[in-house]
Every structure is written in structure tokens, then in C-alpha cells.
């Protein structure tokens, strides 16, 4: 069983930066996290839950959603078992609850092939 938490998320103004992180537990979740797929995806009111950015096991393959693309970095640390986001030059089409996921073996932007969520965590970026 892997539980994941999310923390971090705030109200910000655009233009500014802030870190999501994403702590996993469990009690094979340092060796999941060396294994097996993680990701971010976000939904804004009113709208589907959409893909953010995903990092594999190793950690050396990456892959963003265009809207987020040069603005947003994803990483890991595995020895902290903690994902995190890094969100730059912030706009207000970002605000949203922001979810982190973990499953596939590899990287993916499928919804459906992650086995494990958060229970996600609000983010808004003001004008």
C-alpha cells in the first residue's frame, strides 16, 4: 500500500514561483519510488483532471504538459521518498487542485494507469 501527501500550495500572485511536494509512505515506498512512475496532474474548477508532468523511477526521463513547459520542473529525492514541483512565472490559468500520482513502470499521461493518488491541494495564482 503507498499513500502519497501533498503540501505546499498556497495563494500566490502571478509571476511568483512556488514548490509542491508530494510525500510518499508505506512500507515498500523506497523502493517503489526507485521503480515505478510518478506524476502531477491538476483540475481547475469546472474542468477535467488534466496531466501536469511525470518523472520515471530512475528519475532521468521527464515529460511536461505544453502549458507547463519551461515554467515547471519536476524531481525527486529519493531518499526523502518526496516528489516535488517546482512552478515558475505563475499565471492565473495554473490555479487548480494539484494532484500527485504514482503507478505505471513508466512515465505516462494517462490518468487511468496511476494506482495511487493524494488527496491533492489547492493552488491559485491572483492577477
Known amino acids: 500500500q503507498v499513500q502519497l501527501i501533498e503540501s505546499g500550495g498556497g495563494l500566490v500572485q502571478a509571476g511568483d514561483s512556488l514548490r509542491l511536494s508530494c510525500a510518499g509512505s508505506?512500507?515498500?515506498?523506497?523502493?517503489?519510488?526507485?521503480?515505478?512512475?510518478m506524476a502531477w496532474f491538476r483540475q481547475a474548477p469546472g474542468k477535467e483532471r488534466e496531466f501536469v508532468a511525470t518523472i520515471a523511477g530512475t528519475g532521468v526521463i521527464t515529460n511536461y504538459a505544453d502549458s507547463v513547459k519551461g515554467r515547471f520542473t519536476i524531481s525527486k529525492d529519493n531518499a526523502k521518498k518526496t516528489m516535488y514541483l517546482q512552478m515558475e512565472h505563475l499565471k492565473p490559468e495554473d490555479t487548480a487542485v494539484y494532484y500527485c500520482?504514482?503507478?505505471?513502470?513508466?512515465?505516462?499521461?494517462?490518468?487511468?494507469?496511476?494506482?495511487?493518488w493524494g488527496q491533492g491541494i489547492q493552488v491559485t495564482v491572483s492577477s
Open positions: 508505506g512500507p515498500t515506498f523506497s523502493v517503489w519510488i526507485t521503480t515505478y512512475s
Open positions: 500520482a504514482t503507478g505505471p513502470t513508466s512515465t505516462s499521461t494517462i490518468e487511468s494507469r496511476y494506482k495511487y
